[in-house]
């Protein structure tokens, strides 16, 4: 086998959908801790990370001491090589969570046992059924009295539409919680508590007529064993390819905080998980193992480094091998650039990359010429499709307390919405700092971190702008007539691109009217 196939088949890349407090932190802690990432929680001690309201890993790492640095994990797990994606918990930076679902391969679902399917979790199903994204399903909290097990499988079924068909089965729940039963293994694995670093405890009882059920379960035993058979009479026997086309998700039962039922999660999503996936391009599709490498990127963060000041982009590989030094070309701007200090994201800390595969994310270092979305080759002309950026809903004028800090301003702003979670409208006609957001918070955000990482104070005040549209044109000469004639409502976006920033809806519609030669657009797919 070449060592390009070896590689790329041994590659599973996901990310986790939840809703907030539903325990995504914790299973990311125990899933790393199985994968050797963490050797002992709250035991290892790392660089110190950049204070982030997005990213969860930051919070993750203040609370608990853990060095768990970036969005990217990367973790070895019998044979494979895990790649874990962090979203963002918050919902005011669900566009950013978007992104990072187009560049998985699966998601991982966590849900609590006691509230079952939430809102969140509807809405990020929603975008994984955008591309058949195979979900696996985690049931958590089961150490704390929940609804029934099959109720929460009945709900997932009606709710989001896809089928279940359960790995483990838990015993009891809560104070009678005992363990869970591995249906296609015939396992019992009793339950035992384990805090913090210990990867795995609990007695294993081979087959579900075993004796040894009654002597430590005694009258539970028997109710088990009618329930399984009820289980299995009653729900999907699991059917790898039903689950690969994105229509039943296997699921597992387990407490991620007494890292209890993970291990026979991590287990099953190694052995299942679809390896790097073939991509879509405007011009062709691109299979990971095509020798040239191409990627894209799905997420720029700034400053994760606060000693270095830098800004990352992140790159999901598609194809081919990413060797250090390498030339490669970034095909919106046609220009060829060598990659000599491309980053690694081992969950310990960031590490050089030597070499990176299909599924593997790499990051690179944006001197403020990338952008999310763009794509890069060995030389062939592609662009990735399906990462759009979304025309904000909320618009904010960012009004300094000292003027002279300006310049600052405008490159904390600027480099900032390069993350595009905001968007930067510099108005054709005036010198205002116009941001765009999806969510409220992340006015709070920015100024929080312009004050952190820019050591600039100000405020966003509100603005006469309801809604932004991207505009384009054929006609080059239209273009320019509607350039003069609107300039009013135009602006340019921090990437220089064109932008009609309407007062009021009614604005936007008659404008549109009045210029049936230009388009308005509400995404950007970038390039
Ligand atoms: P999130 O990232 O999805 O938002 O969830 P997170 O892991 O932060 O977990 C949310 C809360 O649920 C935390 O409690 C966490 O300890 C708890 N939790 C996670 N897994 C389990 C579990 O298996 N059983 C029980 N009983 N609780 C669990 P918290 O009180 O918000 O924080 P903490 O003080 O415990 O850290």
Redesign the pocket.
Known sequence: MSELLKEVARRRTFA?I????????????KLLLFGGAIQLAGSVKGRKAARHATS?WM??EK??GISVTSSVMQFPYKGRMVNLLDTP?HEDFSEDTYRTLTAVDSALM?I?AAKGVEERTIKLMEVCRLRDTPIMSFI?????EGREPIELLDEVEDVLKIECAPITWPIGMGKRFKGVYHLGTDTIHLYAPAHGGRIQAGELIQGLDSPRLDEVLSGQADELREEIELVQGASHAFALETYLQGRQTPVFF?????N?GVAELLDGFVEWAPPPQPRATAEREVGPLETPFTGFVFKIQANMDPQHRDRIAFVRVCSGEFERGMKLRQVRLGKDVKISDALTFMASDREHVENAYAGDIIGIHNHGTIRIGDTFTQGEDLQFTGIPNFAPELFRRAQLRDPLKMKALQKGLTQLCEEGATQLYRPLDNNDLILGAVGVLQFEVVAQRLRDEYSVDCVFEAVNVNTARWVSCADERKLREFREKASTHLALDHGGDLVYIAPTRVNLQMTQERWPDIEFHATREHG
């Open positions: 986790i939840s809703h907030p407090d539903a325990g995504k932190t914790t299973i990311t802690e969860d919070a993750m609370e608990r918990g966590v609590d958590n909290k089961l150490d704390r387990g407490s991620a905080i007494n209890f």
